[in-house]
């Protein structure tokens, strides 16, 4: 029997449509951008988006600091791909 993989979680989701956003935006871009950005794929996809959508993709581009970074230093709002998630 082979096991079907782990559901990924609500952050983990959110951190693979960051990355999908930042890739499709050149690699990097202001984080406003980008949380416009997500709330537009979500309703595209007929997602709900949720009014504290822009509180979780900040969360998870913390939480997934393997794959993002800030190339401006802390307190920019400048982010950065830096690997394509796996």
Do not use: N, Y
Request: overall charge negative.
């Amino acid at each position: 029997m082979s096991q079907t993989p782990a559901k990924p979680s609500f952050l983990e989701t959110i951190a693979r449509d960051v990355a999908m956003v930042l890739k499709s935006l050149g690699g990097s871009a202001h984080q406003d951008t980008v949380i416009d950005c997500v709330a537009a794929l979500h309703r595209t996809r007929g997602e709900p988006v949720a009014h504290d959508l822009g509180q979780a993709i900040v969360e998870a581009f913390e939480q997934f600091s393997e794959w993002f970074t800030r190339p401006f230093g802390d307190g920019s709002k400048r982010w950065a791909l830096i690997a394509d998630p796996t």
